[in-house]
């Protein structure tokens, strides 16, 4: 497998389409005539793809060319990226610390210049966090807005497929090539922006709030108090839903402890938690709703600290935190899009934009008074 070869970050090299622009896919959607293993052992004899996701076929019919499939977290089921099976992709910018996850191999195949953008999934946060650890652009667009015909797992109420890039303007064109119906607008001069009240790192609250503070825009303070509760139904939702596409795998010694620990803990979530955790989703929805009707896009930190280092990244349940910023909006379904910054040590933190469900182009419009390109803030390919 040629992909071991260049550091774990894809796991088949391909040459489907005869466009310029180049596109990596993430594991976990169909290409025709080859396997979707999803970074897992346990699928590792899975039959050869019989037709291209939904997804890959936009991307040919659009004239882009296909060249990997990356590498993942196993069944897309952690944040690190860290995947003992397929190795674990080495973070171009940050070596010492993870890619995240789940989409690893599509963040870094970007950060490594592999590709123009690439193609990850998100269902808790799995573009937002490798983009943040490598250094780019993620957006996870509104809920069902881009098709999941071909995507692992086959049914979910959270997962959402969508670009990574290293500037805005190229997730926009991709966004635009994935969806017909998406077109950019002009940019929002002086957009009113609401400022999520969360607690989060210094060093990362520093670079949040210096990136507003030299941006040309309004800034609202917004409290949105369901996003614990959001957060803990968002975990209770994506675990039934995982037990569903994946539980009869969960005893396989094929599956990395990781991914096996929480497979086998997720066939416990009942019923009335499930009730209880839809109950929230209905209440956060609204509430997120109600706070942008008064302004034109949330903001808050995409994840409260640093990203892990791989040494402290070997105890996976000290991992599932870096989520509680944006597992919320998975379960909420507005579009979210995490923008890269530094901190004042240079070290890579995130701003999550958070719009209104259906006003991705919107989203993208008000982010860029806030897409401030510096050397320290991640970078250019404007």
């Not at 071909?150 to 997962?159: H, I, T, Y």
Request: proline share 6%; net charge negative.
């Amino acid at each position: 497998m040629r992909g071991r070869q260049m550091g774990a970050i894809l796991v088949e090299e391909l040459a489907l389409g005869a466009g310029e622009t180049a596109v990596v896919v993430k594991d976990s959607i169909a290409v025709a005539g080859y396997p979707t293993r999803a970074g897992s052992r346990a699928l590792a004899d899975a039959p050869p793809a019989a037709a291209h996701a939904a997804v890959v076929q936009a991307l040919l019919d659009a004239g882009c060319r296909i060249t990997g499939k990356a590498n993942m977290h196993e069944l897309a089921y952690g944040v690190t990226g860290i995947n003992g099976w397929t190795g674990t992709p080495v973070n171009p910018r940050y070596p010492d610390r993870v890619p995240g996850g789940s989409s690893s191999g599509s963040a870094v195949a970007v950060a490594a210049g592999l590709c123009d953008f690439a193609l990850g999934t998100d269902t808790g946060g799995s573009i937002r966090i490798p983009a943040i650890c490598c250094g780019l652009y993620g957006l996870k667009p509104t809920f069902g807005r881009i098709g999941r015909d071909g995507v692992l797992p086959a049914e979910s109420s959270l997962d959402c497929v969508g670009p990574f890039a290293r500037s805005l303007a190229m997730i926009e064109r991709a966004m635009a090539l994935l969806d017909t119906s998406f077109h950019a607008e002009a940019a929002v001069a002086r957009p009113r922006i609401g400022v999520v009240a969360v607690t989060a790192d210094a060093p990362v609250a520093q670079a949040v709030a210096a990136r507003l503070a030299a941006s040309p825009v309004e800034q609202v303070p917004v409290a949105l108090p369901g996003m614990e509760a959001a957060y803990d139904a968002g975990l209770a939702i994506i675990a039934a839903e995982n037990w569903r596409a994946f539980g009869h795998l969960a005893r396989s010694p094929l599956l990395g402890a990781d991914v096996g620990e929480r497979l086998r803990a997720a066939e416990a979530v009942t019923a009335e938690q499930l009730a209880r955790a839809e109950t929230v989703r209905a209440a956060f929805a609204a509430e997120v709703d109600a706070a942008l009707d008064r302004v034109d896009a949330l903001v808050l930190p995409t994840m409260p600290g640093l990203p892990l280092t791989l040494a402290a990244a070997a105890d996976a349940r000290a991992t599932i935190g870096s989520t509680a910023f944006v597992r919320p909006f998975n379960l909420s379904g507005h579009p979210a899009l995490s923008m890269p910054l530094t901190t004042a040590d240079g070290l890579p933190a995130g701003l999550q934009i958070i719009g209104r469900r259906g006003g991705d182009a919107r989203l993208c419009a008000v982010a860029r008074a806030l897409d401030i390109v510096t050397e320290q803030s991640g970078g250019a390919d404007q």
